[in-house]
Every structure is written in structure tokens, then in C-alpha cells.
């Protein structure tokens, strides 16, 4: 809940200094865990959901992010692409530090042990493993390739 908090919070300041892109971005990100939150109220879960989840949710916007300014980048639109490239430095600032390789090694390496992978077929149990500690901290896109390299082996 610390996540939601602190987002709020910036939410206000935004108010107060009148930041109007800022603002915009982080209703934008309140909104997105609003909705998760009713999502998981059908479910039965009165409490909304917790950090992780709004974790992921964060992460998934900037990757949408991504892609878009990408896009606009290619279309010529540059202007677009510069307000997508903004949205992402404010969401990124509720986010942890990314992991640098080493560290993504050893994270990978503890996991692995942890579950006491040997093949290919713990590939899921390993990942989740790092995504229930993990998330947003590395890429899953790439660590799933170097899992699976290495359970290969």
C-alpha cells in the first residue's frame, strides 16, 4: 500500500505546483490501480491489490510506453514521442532500481537453486520464483531466454 500512497502524495504536489503533464501521468497511473483494485473487489479481495501487483502495473505502462513512442518516432512524429518519453520518467520514479547483469546473474542463480532446477521443465517455477521477488527490478523478457539457456544446458 506504501506504492499507492506515495502516488497519491505525488499526485498532490503535482496539484499544488500545477505540473499539468505530471498530473496528467499520475492520474493516469492512479486510475490504472483503480481499476485493478475493482478487478480484484469482484474477486473478493476488499483490501485492493497489493505493491507487487502495482508493480507490475507500473512496469506494464512504461512498456506501453515504449512501444508508442517508438512508434512515433518512426512516423516522424517527434513531438509524441517526447510527451510518451516524459510519462515514462514519471512513472519510472515509483519504480526500484533495475537490477545491473551481475546482479540479474546472481538473482537467476539463486532462483535456480532455490527451486533446485535441472531442467527445462522447472523453467516456471524459476521464473516465478524471480517475479515474486523481482518484479520491476529486471526484464522478464530477457531473463526467460537466459533461464531457459541455462536449463538447456
Do not use: C, H, W
Not at 37 to 63: F, H
Not at 72 to 97: H, K, N, Q, S, T
Amino acid at each position: 500500500m506504501e506504492l499507492r500512497t506515495r502516488v497519491n502524495s505525488a499526485m498532490k504536489q503535482a496539484m499544488r505546483d500545477k505540473a499539468t503533464m505530471r498530473l496528467s501521468t499520475l492520474r493516469l497511473v492512479n486510475a490504472a490501480i483503480k481499476d485493478k483494485d475493482i478487478a480484484a473487489r469482484s474477486e473478493g479481495g476488499d483490501d485492493g491489490v497489493p505493491d507487487s501487483e502495482v508493480l507490475a502495473i507500473l512496469g506494464k505502462m512504461v512498456k506501453q510506453r515504449q512501444e508508442s513512442a517508438r512508434t512515433y518516432e518512426e512516423g516522424g512524429r517527434v513531438d509524441l514521442a517526447e510527451r510518451e518519453m516524459a510519462e515514462i520518467a514519471v512513472i519510472e520514479e515509483f519504480l526500484p532500481r533495475k537490477l545491473s547483469d551481475k546482479d540479474v546473474e546472481k538473482a537467476v542463480n539463486d532462483a535456480m537453486s532455490e527451486v533446485g532446477a535441472d531442467s527445462i521443465r522447472d523453467m516456471g517455477r524459476v521464473m516465478a520464483v524471480l517475479k515474486g521477488k523481482y518484479t520491476g527490478q529486471m526484464d522478464f523478457g530477457e531473463v526467460g531466454p537466459m533461464v531457459k539457456k541455462r536449463l538447456s544446458a
